[in-house]
């Protein structure tokens, strides 16, 4: 069983930079597969971002790739978001997710969730 705590959502402006970090509990995290996934108001829960257990391969949604780094950290058992060129588009809670396996860009892939972290992005 995996827990995930998120943190580093906040407001800020277009332009500007937000690193959300993801903290993994257990003892296998190196093992699991990790990714972003992003609801805006009014919309479905969709994916940002995915990272594979040795961090090797990334994957991204064209809306963000070129502005959005994924990484991870097996030592601390974390995983971050680096946004940066932030656009108000951006505006979303933003999940971190686990999953034993593979990077998946669908929701029902994922086993394991965090509660979310609110990013606004202001004009």
């Not at 903290?23 to 479905?44: C, D, H, L, N, V």
């Not at 959005?68 to 950290?73: E, H, Q, V, Y």
């Not at 933003?94 to 992005?121: K, M």
Request: contains cysteine; charged residues 15%.
């Amino acid at each position: 069983q995996v827990q995930l705590v998120e943190s580093g959502g906040g407001l800020v402006q277009a332009g500007g930079s937000l690193r959300l970090s993801c903290a993994a509990s257990g003892r296998t995290f190196s093992s699991y597969a990790m990714a972003w996934f992003r609801q805006a108001p009014g919309k479905e829960r969709d994916f940002v971002a995915g990272i594979n257990w040795s961090g090797g391969y990334t994957s991204y949604a064209d809306s963000v790739k070129g502005r959005f780094t994924i990484s991870r950290d097996n030592a601390k058992n974390t995983v971050y978001l680096q946004m940066n060129s932030l656009k108000p588009e951006d505006t979303a809670v933003y999940y971190c997710a686990a999953r034993s396996g593979l990077v998946h860009t669908t929701l029902g892939a994922y086993d394991y969730w965090a509660q979310g972290t609110q990013v606004t992005v202001s004009s």
